[in-house]
């Protein structure tokens, strides 16, 4: 059934009076134009909805049943082109961020929040994805843009801009042997049970360079949840090597990791040639003014 939109509109206006002159004023058209409309719609859902008796007018039952579909079918239309214009003028937008989840969420709720101010009808989708599968997400028009801790695949598809840089630390609980120290190095990690976040893009690093210099993590858990391995740490079960900005419970320490120092920028990326979006261009302009040197990292000996 292809239904004509303009003629559901007009036979709830006439649905309402139940009266074709009035009707047909309000609608600002004739009576025998809204006459006809109201014939081809019903030549449309395959018989009468309007039952003319005299100067008596009424709903049949089939009128009476699809009243409250065609408000339903009228309110999504409605619905439809207010999101299209919205979103084609940028006066109300949506914007789909995918953050790589092993990137911690202060640094960038700080710029969301100020961005958010300046901007005040815009609405932030924001999804976790692991490295493998964000740039799936982004070239396939899933997200708009994407947070990440690394470069990924089929890099030079998109267009990278540099946000701030953190150094990898050591996290553990407030009572853990190491948590007094200024700084450890590989050997004191090893000897403590180690929790292995398995999305960690520095992770191969450090388990390789623990096997060169004969230390094996004590492996207590592994998990590609960052809560997880957040709750564990600040029960005391273990230690982990995690990006500086990535802790937000309290009663977890920081330690510098002396050796290896590993260091990784965090950017956004964004498929190029994809310019069609003003909300997209003002957030990626946004992200090249905002301060970001509170969070660049700070590095001990």
């Known amino acids: 059934m292809d239904l004509n939109l303009k003629r559901v509109r007009y036979f709830l206006a006439l649905s309402q ?11 600002g058209m004739s009576q025998p134009a809204l006459t006809k409309a109201i014939q081809r719609l019903e030549e449309e859902v395959g018989g009468p909805l309007i ?11 089939l009128g009476s049943s699809l009243i409250g579909l065609f408000e339903s079918l009228v309110t999504n239309a409605n619905y439809i082109e207010q999101t299209a214009h919205s979103l084609v003028s940028g006066e109300s937008p949506v914007l789909r961020i995918g953050v790589m989840c092993s990137v911690g969420p202060g640094p960038i709720a700080g710029f969301l929040a100020e961005h958010q101010r300046a901007h005040p009808n815009i609405e932030f989708q924001l999804q976790d994805y692991t490295r ?20 990924v695949k089929d890099e030079t598809r998109f267009r990278y ?11 553990c609980a407030a009572n853990d042997p190491l948590a007094g120290r200024a700084t450890v190095g590989l050997k004191d990690v090893a000897r403590r049970p180690y929790l292995d976040r398995s999305q960690c893009e ?15 993590p004590k492996l207590f858990a592994r998990s590609d949840n960052e809560d997880w391995i957040q709750n564990m ?3 005391g079960a273990g230690v982990a090597i995690v990006p500086d900005r990535w802790v937000t419970l309290p009663g977890i320490t920081k330690i510098k990791l002396k050796d290896p120092k590993l260091v990784r920028s965090v950017s956004v990326a964004t498929p190029i040639g994809r310019a069609d979006n003003p909300s997209l261009l ?8 905002f301060s970001w040197a509170p969070q660049r990292l700070v590095l001990g000996g």
Do not use: C, P, W
């Not at 009076?17 to 609608?27: C, D, G, V």
């Not at 801009?161 to 996290?171: N, S, T, W």
């Open 161 to 171: 801009l540099r946000l701030y840089d953190e150094a990898m630390v050591v996290a």
């Open 202 to 216: 520095f992770r191969h690093l450090f388990l390789s360079a623990s096997q060169r210099e004969g230390f094996v």
């Open 233 to 235: 740490i600040q029960a």
């Open 282 to 289: 003002a957030i990626l302009q946004a992200l090249q003014k």
């Open 17 to 27: 009076t139940l009266n074709i002159s009035q009707a047909a004023r309000k609608l």
């Open 51 to 61: 039952r003319r008796e005299g100067r008596h007018t009424h709903l049949t039952q």
């Open 132 to 151: 493998a599968d964000i740039a799936a997400a982004l070239l396939d028009g899933h997200i708009d843009l994407a947070i990440l801790g690394a470069t």
